[in-house]
């Protein structure tokens, strides 16, 4: 498959200094050095808070401390609450060790204090690689797109997720094919973005089936943690449209696992808009061995053994009708038209894990 560049484009490339290799988390210090700070404090969710202290100690009088408080959807509150601790302990640098959770809380403080990021990705979620942060607050998630956000460096270490349960990696890798895959109809799509979508969404069709099998593949891990910079690189570059809108729905209202309902709903919002635009998610079917990109999509998700029904994660159709209202409320662009029985007849499919028809 090839995209070609004769045309000429335009592109927004935010651009991470990055360290890759196994073992790298040691050199996590040294990326601190480099960004001429000498006071960083280590981010991370409650559960990972031995493993952040681990850190921490690996990089000595470099660390100042752990703010073990990140939060799925990054709420308001907790960031605000980490910015007093951050101001009190003298902080000059952000080190987010974890997944979207902990690098989201990093750029909740890095948009209130203009502190830079270090992000040490422990999942495939790809939020490190963009300079995009959702936040909820009263029941509602927004998002928005600020350089100030974009981590400096990034540090990823296969050896941090080939102890990532096979579960969690699978909903975690189709949540970062999910960034990749909305770029092939993006307003904004250019051949860059298209190019990276391609490499990032072959990466994980590849290597997830070999995390499954052997889930301490470093190669394998090493694999699907270069996918999860390609899918994190597109979602940079450019604009989103139902898949997320949508996913942001049902995660900041409802309260459900971020990375399951990426990995769920995906192929059904492709599918939604793949009625009005077959010709460019061509090629995405093309990459999954499809005739129909939405199908193959689910037909990934059913191989790696990934959640395909809302019902696994606690949405059932008594709130489909009040997700579709939020869904509907403000308006953003969308290659098919968004309609109240088009996203009913969306998430019903979704709800029951059925296979896309269309």
């Known amino acids: 498959m090839s995209v070609h560049f004769s045309a ?20 996590t210090g040294f990326e601190v050095e480099n960004l001429g700070c000498a006071r960083a404090v280590v981010l991370a ?10 850190l921490a100690e690996s990089m000595g009088n470099l660390a100042v401390g752990v703010i073990a408080t990140a939060a799925m959807h990054t709420p308001v509150d907790i960031s ?33 204090t203009d502190l830079p990021v270090i992000a040490v990705p422990t999942t ?41 349960p096979v579960g969690l990696s699978v909903t975690s890798g189709l949540n970062a094919v999910a960034h990749a895959a909305e770029a092939f109809y993006a307003r904004d799509r250019n051949p860059l973005a298209t190019s990276l979508a391609i490499a990032g969404i072959r ?11 052997s889930p301490a593949d470093l190669e394998a891990r090493g694999d699907t943690l270069m996918g999860t910079w390609h899918c994190g690189a597109v979602l940079g570059q450019v604009g989103m449209a139902l898949h997320h809108k949508l996913c942001h729905v049902l995660g ?9 309902v990426h990995a769920i709903v995906l192929p059904h919002a492709i599918a939604y808009n793949e009625v009005a635009v077959p010709n460019l998610l061509a090629p995405l079917a093309e990459v999954l061995g499809a005739e129909k990109a939405g199908q193959g999509l689910f037909d990934l998700s059913a191989r790696l053994g990934a959640p395909q029904a809302l019902t696994e994660i606690g949405f059932g159709e008594d709130e489909i009708e009040q997700a579709v209202t939020q869904a509907l409320q403000n308006s953003y662009w969308n290659p098919r038209e968004l309609t109240a029985s088009g996203l009913t007849a969306l998430l019903r499919d979704a709800v029951a894990g059925r296979r896309p028809q269309s």
């Open 45 to 54: 969710t409650p559960d990972q808070r031995a493993q952040a202290e681990e």
């Open 252 to 260: 900041g209202t409802f309260g459900l696992p971020h990375a399951a």
């Open 124 to 164: 495939y979620a790809g939020s490190e690689a963009t300079p995009v942060i959702g936040q909820s607050e009263g029941g509602q998630k927004t998002t928005l797109t600020d350089m100030r956000v974009q981590p400096q460096r990034i540090v990823y270490d296969p050896e941090l997720v080939a102890t990532l």
């Open 8 to 27: 000429g484009f335009r592109a927004d490339a935010p651009v991470a200094g990055i360290r890759f290799g196994v073992g790298a988390r040691a050199e």
């Open 203 to 213: 990466l994980f069709a590849v290597g997830l089936p070999k995390v499954i099998d």
């Open 80 to 112: 605000e609450a980490a910015v007093e601790e951050c101001r009190t302990l003298g902080v000059d640098c952000l080190v987010a060790m974890g997944g979207g959770s902990s690098i989201g809380l990093g750029k909740a403080i890095a948009l209130r």
